[in-house]
């Protein structure tokens, strides 16, 4: 397998995120409350995601050659900016039913298998998302070759999720990303 990066000869990283899997775990944590109660889904969200901290678990595993998160963004705009530093490609997903179930976990799958299939220079694919629904993906992607590391919330990921990954990161024991500085970029002297 080729790096995709001459400077680092590590192959590269694909990084997907079901993002509001986890944004939806983590509020339901601080709030002791479903998150789909009262149709808070389809509210403007608060910025819960530690982006940069997830970023940075897979920048250490090698060069990200394919960064990408699904939602349904019109209700994450505040995640605006810390979406933009990083380059991740939004993929805008519009709920077809009342439910919205399972729209991001499908195109999610597809995309990384095809991506796999196209790509020789993956060797690894992080998932973002505590989802069980993601095993088949994880069985898939090893079959062919690809390490697969998970990260998911601690209190909604299921286990059987987590073992189908060769490696499983809860988000909440990553190290936090620093925080941003306010004056931004310091003047030269």
Known sequence: MQACDTADDRPCVALYWDFENLHASLWETRQGEPYARNDNRFKVQ???VDVQAVVDMAAALGPIAIHRAYCNWQYFGRYRDLLLQNAVDLVQLFPPGGTAKNGADIRLA???MEDVGRF???GTVVIVGGDSDFMPLA????AAGRQVVGVGDRRSTGRHWAASCNDFRFYESLPPSPPA????PAAAP
């Not at 069985?139 to 090893?142: E, H, M, P, T």
């Open 46 to 48: 608060e910025p819960l």
């Open 110 to 112: 597809l995309d990384a």
């Open 120 to 122: 020789a220079h993956l």
């Open 139 to 142: 069985q898939k992607l090893r």
């Open 181 to 184: 500085s306010v004056d931004g």
